[in-house]
T-cell receptor, first 108, second 121 residues
Framework: SYELTQSPSVSVSPGQTARITCSGD??????AYWYQQKPGQAPILVMY???ERPSGIPERFSGSNSGTTVTLTISGVQAEDEADYYC???????????FGGGTRLTVL | QMQLVQSGPEVKEPGTSVTVSCKTS????????VQWVRQTRGQRLEWVGW????????NNAQNFQGRVMITRDMSTSTVYMKLSSLRLDDTAVYYC??????????????WGQGTQITVSS
């Protein structure tokens, strides 16, 4: 079955840039979606269609796609950005979806 | 604005079934797709399955083949997920999420509040 691979953790100091990557063979053909999840809360969409930012999401969040890898970049990280981040996409047929394993962002 | 309201928590015995509802509003239901996702305590998000509302097509994750049924009620813009042959490890929070789905691509996924399903003997 299709898989998306994320690094388990990323740590940055406040004000630095955090880059969270997600790899999958179908990413050149399928859009990626990114969610932020804090303990006890439902996931929040922070990026859709690789690089589109939903209204209400700070401009410091951006997304990019470089083939089989998509990246969520958080510029000028703030303490409130500490959370788990999940990528989400479909397989090459577009019929089955999958989540990455999640990346825990720690703000030092 | 998309709104998704899920049914309340349930406690079920192993071997039984549970149905979770997801009532939607604020968008054109027939132009959308709805997926189901679950999360066990402290674990990753796990995709369960989805339905494309306009066509009625559904697909489920391999892990749930034969145990999950996703249906929709066009008159109330509600989607249902029925999970059968419940096991202890089905205990989780189940979420529904919806997005406008056109030309084979989804827009912004909006999520319900989640439903706690507990399987216990």
């Amino acid at each position: 079955s299709y898989e998306l691979t994320q690094s388990p953790s990323v740590s940055v100091s406040p004000g630095q840039t955090a880059r969270i990557t997600c790899s999958g063979d179908a990413l050149p053909r399928q859009y990626a979606y990114w969610y932020q999840q804090k303990p006890g809360q439902a996931p929040i969409l922070v990026m859709y269609k690789d690089r589109e930012r939903p209204s209400g999401i700070p401009e410091r969040f951006s997304g990019s796609n470089s083939g089989t890898t998509v990246t969520l970049t958080i510029s000028g990280v703030q303490a409130e950005d500490e959370a788990d981040y999940y990528c989400h996409s479909a397989d090459s047929s577009g019929s089955y979806w999958v989540f990455g394993g999640g990346t825990r962002l720690t703000v030092l | 604005q998309m709104q998704l309201v899920q049914s309340g928590p349930e406690v079920k015995e192993p071997g039984t079934s549970v149905t979770v509802s997801c009532k939607t509003s604020g968008f054109i239901f027939t132009s959308s797709a709805v997926q189901w996702v679950r999360q066990t305590r402290g674990q990753r998000l796990e995709w369960v399955g989805w339905t494309v509302i306009g066509t009625g097509n559904t697909n489920n994750a391999q892990n749930f083949q034969g145990r999950v049924m996703i249906t929709r009620d066009m008159s109330t813009s509600t989607v249902y997920m029925k999970l059968s042959s419940l096991r202890l490890d089905d205990t989780a929070v189940y979420y529904c999420a919806a997005a406008i789905y056109t030309y084979g691509y989804a827009g912004q996924w909006s999520w319900g509040q989640g439903t706690q399903i507990t399987v216990s003997s």
